[in-house]
């Protein structure tokens, strides 16, 4: 069983750290925005207006995440009840002045309530809430980084440029701006792959604005590229520079440092981290995720069954279902796996349909571990690859083509995945395994050898895929 489920990707990567401090850009560009006539613009602000494109209880199978359920009053229920108060007079707002920055500001909203919550739903109407601005806007305006955000946020990799180039060419772009721009190219470069792009750029907006978001994500760089020192450097400023910043990007780093000791598997320390964290923001919800995932790794597995429980009681959360069902399946209770991963599975295939980009790594995980179809995983997992095909998806794509018994297919994505300077513990493992499967036992052991440095129980986390292939 592989329990080690990162969840930051979606909604705690660096793209979080932007959440409510990135501005509104009004670009006067040459490129179109989705005008049209009064009648016609008014008609689209209508429909996103009525906040009931994508019902939350829809998204999220069933049930709404609802501000402090099963943690009442505390921090994060305050932000969720915060955030939602601010989206209902924005809506209101917006639908009176018909401003493409009140539809902006709707949309950066409903993107900091689906980060606190988890809740798709709350996605979708972001994206309701931009095209309504565009609507409004007069052709060549409207809020181009904000949609740039959104993409990075969904994993919709290949639009971003379009909307950077539109910043570019507006009549006044500001320092920030331009900064903005590096930073969304940095990010292109890191989930597709391009590192030392990404390194060389990450360097240079961290330079021109050391800011949290700006210096943690080259933290994050070098810790994906095995150097922690480094990592560790970076993360020591930005929480120097966090110390005046939101709580929930203290708290987020804290998350940040956590996952980084994880990955390492030095447990204590990143258990440490995660309550830290939730010292800073009770009852977030991602850290909760993180410290039940500790407590499993270290054998305490009724209290992390509870954990995730409650987590699903207040997110209804797929990939907790996931781990219930792992839980239950290692116990050996069919009737209980079934049925957790039967729920899962469904909430899995609704956000597919949804917010595909966002939602595939996720059910691709569900597919890995949990089900039957290693076909849909291979399918999955090269959709995923191909909307972002960076070190995170192409770890996940040598597993599926592992699991399918394509060795040959599997060794060539390790290898390209270990020249483009992706380096972490789940990655070398998976190397070494890419080798060992595919015959060459020398490269399988240097590969191993390198894992086992990244963490001591390296060759450990491939088991369950060992253990799958002989099956």
């Known amino acids: 069983m592989n329990i080690r489920h990162y969840l930051y990707p979606l909604f705690g990567s660096t793209a979080l750290l932007l959440g409510l401090q990135l501005g509104s850009s009004s670009c006067k560009s040459s490129s179109t925005s989705s005008s049209g006539n009064s009648s016609q613009k008014s008609e689209v602000a209508a429909k996103a207006s009525s906040g009931k494109v994508i019902p939350a209880n829809i998204v999220n199978g069933g049930k709404t995440a609802k501000s402090g359920q099963g943690q009442p009053g505390s921090a994060w229920a305050q932000d969720v009840e915060r955030v939602d108060k601010q989206i209902a007079a924005r809506r209101t707002r917006a639908e009176k002045s018909k401003s493409w920055l009140d539809w902006e500001r709707v949309a950066l909203l409903e993107s900091e309530r689906a980060r606190l919550t988890g809740d798709y739903g709350s996605y979708v109407r972001a994206e309701e809430a931009l095209t309504a601005a565009f609507a409004v806007a007069d052709k060549g305006v409207g809020p181009f980084s904000t949609r740039a955000f ?75 590229m095995g150097d922690f020192d480094k990592a560790d450097k970076f993360l020591d400023r930005a929480v120097v520079l966090a110390e005046k910043a939101r709580k929930s990007d203290r708290a987020w780093l804290n998350l940040m440092r956590g996952l980084m000791k994880l990955d390492q598997n030095k447990l204590d320390e990143a258990l440490a981290f ?47 279902m996931d781990q219930i069902a792992s839980i239950w399946r290692e116990r050996g209770n069919t009737s209980e796996f079934e049925r957790w991963r039967k729920r899962a599975r469904g909430i899995h295939l609704e956000h597919l349909k949804l917010v595909p980009e966002a939602a595939v790594g996720h059910a691709l995980d569900h597919f890995l571990e949990l089900e039957d179809d290693r076909a849909k995983a291979l399918e999955l997992a090269l959709q995923n690859h191909t ?7 192409k770890e996940k794509l040598v597993s599926a083509y592992l699991l399918n018994k394509k060795f040959k297919r599997a060794q060539e994505v390790a290898v390209q995945m270990e020249v483009s300077g992706w380096k972490t513990a789940d990655s070398m493992a998976l190397v070494s395994l890419a080798h060992e499967m595919a015959g060459d036992a020398d490269k399988a052991g240097a590969a191993r050898d390198v894992a086992q440095t990244l963490a001591d129980d390296a060759s450990a986390r491939v088991d369950w895929l060992r253990q799958a292939i002989a099956g």
């Not at 969904?154 to 440029?161: G, S």
């Not at 006044?172 to 030392?196: F, H, P, S």
């Open 150 to 224: 959104l993409n990075m946020r969904l994993h919709r990799i290949a639009e971003i440029e379009a909307d950077l180039k539109a910043m570019e060419s507006a009549a006044v772009v500001t320092t920030k701006d331009k900064n903005a721009i590096i930073g969304y190219r940095a990010d292109v470069a890191y989930y597709t792959g391009d590192l030392k792009r990404a390194e060389k750029l990450y360097v240079q907006v961290a330079e021109a604005e050391p800011v949290v978001r700006n210096v943690a994500s080259l933290a994050r760089l070098y810790w994906k």
């Open 274 to 320: 995660y309550k830290a964290g939730l010292k800073i923001q009770p009852g977030y919800w991602l850290l909760e995720e993180h410290v039940a995932e500790v407590l499993l790794l270290k054998g305490d597995i009724d209290l992390a069954l509870e954990k995730y429980e409650d987590l699903v009681v207040r997110t209804n959360s797929p990939e907790f």
């Open 387 to 393: 909307i972002r095909p960076g070190g995170e998806a």
